[in-house]
């Protein structure tokens, strides 16, 4: 059975950084894409930062030079958040797909985690 798990999730003030984890079990993702997406309280859930299994990332424009997704290996995966801002606060979720990993990373995504809440405080 498949599951992702994410952790790191929490609470930082404005200005500060997270980094969270994705843990992937039930079968090997070297030939996967792995991303993350985040949904805010209202709002639909949205692309945030992906990365192919060899190494190429694609970011949301709105984390660009702040947030950096990179693969510990091929079931590790990690977002390092830096100057966080309120409009950061979401649940996190961590992602897996055979597809993104030959064209967009955008999706569609097979694999999907519970998700890790990140609220960011003034």
């Known amino acids: 059975q498949v599951q992702l798990v994410e952790s790191g999730g929490g609470l930082v003030q404005a200005g500060g950084s997270l980094r969270l984890s994705c843990v992937a079990s039930?079968?090997?993702?070297?030939?996967?894409?792995m991303g993350w997406f985040r949904q805010a309280p209202g709002k639909e859930r949205e692309f945030v930062a992906g990365?192919?299994?060899?190494?190429?990332t694609d970011y949301a424009d709105s984390v660009k030079g702040r947030f950096t997704i990179f693969r510990a290996s091929a079931n590790t995966m990690y977002l390092q958040m830096n100057s966080l801002k309120l409009e950061d606060t979401a649940v996190y979720y961590c992602?897996?797909?055979?597809?993104?990993?030959?064209?967009?990373?955008?999706?569609?995504?097979?694999?999907w985690g519970q998700g890790t809440q990140v609220t960011v405080s003034s």
């Open positions: 992602s897996a797909g055979l597809a993104p990993n030959g064209d967009s990373l955008l999706g569609p995504y097979d694999y």
């Open positions: 039930g079968r090997i993702f070297s030939s996967y894409g």
């Open positions: 990365i192919r299994s060899g190494g190429s």
